[in-house]
């Protein structure tokens, strides 16, 4: 019987070990085939949410791109996380040159403040209206383009309201800024214009440019984060130099805005004043 243990015993010690072996081999390649499919099923369920996220944030980019481009005139914007520039246009409106710029500014998406002399609006309220709809600011330049100093102060306060009415009947806001002609202002000239006050802090002298390149090279040289540049759109050099000028404020990240919102002016918001001293001012533009 001993002999008998001694013979069957290891026989069936081994057989056993087999069968355990082949239980847990099983078992194990079971187990390692599951973990493997719900691995395969937490990978196509992450990756099924990624495409989700970004087919999300891409319509979200592209609602927040049209509503920028819609509503530029209401959108807020923050000079200190990204320069800001004003560009503004004076003199106009004229029937060929002011609507080339238009075209340009609303092709690039891009704001800017025209400051129009009231005598020439007569035939050009559309050009006024499309200023309004595309975002930009209206603000008055006098009547007549005079030396406001050499005038009496019934004369100044005519120059400004005769404007702000013709504004008012083409149909779009009355103007809550003025730039005086040729920057030229004193004391009594400021205590009759009952507007904020907007001058300049960069003049590229386009008036006096013989080529658009001219100008192009006068604004890049000049151009700082804050700055108000003074140009006019009734020149056709003006006109062609803009959309390189954009172009290459656009590679250098400006953010282009109104001299209102620069500013952080309120709508309807009078008698603030922008600019140097009126005794230091040159009186060099136009
Ligand atoms: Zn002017």
Redesign the pocket.
């Known amino acids: 019987m001993s002999r008998l243990r001694w013979v069957w015993g290891p026989q069936l010690f081994v057989s056993m070990l087999v069968a355990v072996c082949a239980v847990y081999g099983i078992m194990t390649a079971f187990v390692q085939h599951e973990v493997l499919a719900v691995q395969a099923k937490a990978l196509a369920v992450q990756q099924d949410a990624q495409t989700h996220i970004q087919l999300h944030m891409a319509s979200v980019a592209a609602l927040q791109q049209e509503l920028a481009s819609t509503y530029s005139w209401i959108s807020q914007v923050n000079c200190s996380q990204q320069p800001c520039i004003a560009l503004t246009f004076?003199?106009g409106p004229n029937a060929a040159t002011t609507s080339q710029i238009l075209s340009i500014l609303e092709k690039e998406h891009v704001s800017a403040s025209f400051?129009v002399?009231g005598s020439r609006i007569a035939g050009n309220e559309a050009l006024l209206r499309q200023m309004y709809a595309d975002g930009d600011e209206i603000g008055n330049?006098s009547w007549s383009?005079p030396d406001l100093t050499t005038l009496k102060p019934d004369q100044v306060r005519q120059q400004v309201a005769m404007t702000q009415s013709a504004v008012e009947a083409a149909g779009v806001p009355t103007p809550t800024l003025f730039?005086p002609?040729?920057g030229a202002v004193n004391k009594s000239v400021l205590s009759n214009i009952p507007l904020t006050v907007m001058f300049w802090n960069e003049d590229p002298q386009d008036w006096a440019a013989n080529s658009p390149q001219q100008v192009e090279q006068a604004v890049e040289s000049t151009t700082k984060p804050g700055g108000v540049v003074d140009m006019?759109d009734i020149y056709q050099i003006t006109a062609d130099s803009l959309d390189p000028i954009i172009q290459k404020l656009k590679s250098e990240h400006y953010q282009f805005v109104t001299v209102s919102q620069l500013m952080g002016l309120k709508p309807g918001q009078p008698g603030e004043y922008y600019g140097l001293k009126p005794q230091d001012f040159q009186a060099n533009?136009?």
Do not use: A, N
């Open positions: 004076d003199d400051f002399v330049h383009h730039r002609p040729y006019h533009g136009e």
